[in-house]
């Protein structure tokens, strides 16, 4: 918007059959100056359009002016943008899973909103899911603190799910044996079947005794 501002002259801007005239093109020219102040004058003012552009101690500003939810001086500057850039959006559509889905996107690339019928879920709850690595707590705790902020009263955040996935080559093997069981107890028979010889034998004895005076 700001290059078209600038390329744009006033004579550019007057009819063709007026162009012409000496008089309205030097008019035109005259006025030239004074208009092409107002289009700077005008070009910065206008914040939103240049926010790419805008030095970080005046998004700092701005964040201030416009009251952007957990704006917080260590964020990185793309992040700064983007909270200022959607603060009024938000404002306006608090508690619908659409800013909520806004706001986890500022804080992870990744990150998608599910509500509780997408999943099979318990009523009235959501939850998160990204790709992205969070090693840092203090992302998940600005995560919490972001969504909590927009999210309607009733709604609940059930879980945040960080979704890992890799490649890899699966093996499968196995083995076949076979074994043999033997059982040996003791042998078993009937007393019928038991087969002795009784023998029997005696002994004599005899002695005498002798008493000597």
Do not use: C, M
């Given at each position: 918007m700001a290059d078209t501002l600038q390329?744009?002259?006033?004579?550019?801007l007057i009819p063709p059959n007026l162009r012409s005239d000496p008089q309205v093109q030097a008019a035109a020219e005259a006025l030239?100056?004074?208009?092409?102040?107002?289009?700077?004058?005008?070009?910065?003012?206008l914040h939103l359009p240049r926010?790419?552009?805008?030095?970080?101690s005046v998004v700092d500003l701005l964040a201030?002016?416009?009251?952007?939810?957990?704006?917080?001086?260590?964020?990185?500057?793309?992040?700064?943008?983007?909270l200022v850039r959607r603060s009024i959006v938000w404002h306006r559509r608090k508690g619908t899973p659409g800013v909520v889905q806004e706001m986890v996107s500022a804080v992870l690339s990744s990150g998608v909103v599910s509500e509780w019928f997408e999943y099979g879920g318990d009523p009235y709850k959501f939850k998160v899911e990204t790709d992205e690595i969070i090693?840092?707590?203090t992302v998940y705790d600005r995560l919490l603190s972001l969504v909590r902020a927009v999210k309607?009263?009733?709604?609940?955040?059930?879980s945040v799910t960080i979704r890992r996935t890799w490649t890899g080559t699966n093996y499968a093997g196995?083995?076949?044996?076979?074994?043999k069981k033997?059982?040996?107890?003791?042998?078993v028979f009937a007393l019928s079947g038991v087969r002795q010889v009784s023998a029997f034998g005696g002994v004599v004895y005899s002695g005498k005794f002798i008493t000597v005076q």
């Open positions: 390329s744009v002259k006033l004579v550019d030239e100056a004074e208009l092409r102040a107002a289009t700077e004058a005008i070009i910065e003012a926010l790419n552009e805008l030095p970080e201030a002016q416009w009251h952007v939810d957990f704006y917080e001086p260590a964020l990185p500057i793309a992040k700064k943008r983007a090693t840092d707590e309607n009263v009733r709604s609940w955040l059930e196995g083995a076949f044996g076979f074994s033997f059982t040996i107890t003791p042998p």
